[in-house]
């Protein structure tokens, strides 16, 4: 029980991770006129990932003013994300394995 509850909160950052990831590169994509809002694939997706990511996102972009029209936010948030992932593996994962089992 403890080694599925240690896989499912690192899956879970992990997901988090990747989905801020392509949330940033999908932004870029935006910004470059690569892709627009009007194909409907693409228009789901976007509002998939916003909907995901900010919760994560939101508060920090509140905090921290963007550089030179660039945001810092979603590099904040996959950093965090990192180390609270690495906490977690470190302090937390070996007491739960061995409580649960």
Known sequence: MGVAIVWLVNTIIQLMIWFIIAQAI????????????????????????????????????????????????????LLLLNFARILFNNMAAGPLIALLG
């Open 26 to 77: 999908l932004s870029w994509l935006f910004a470059f006129d690569v892709i627009n809002h009007r194909n409907r694939f693409v228009n789901q997706l976007s509002r998939f990932l916003d909907a995901v990511t900010a919760p994560l996102l939101e508060p920090f972009r509140r905090i921290i003013p963007t550089l030179g029209g660039i945001d810092v936010s979603p590099i904040v948030v």
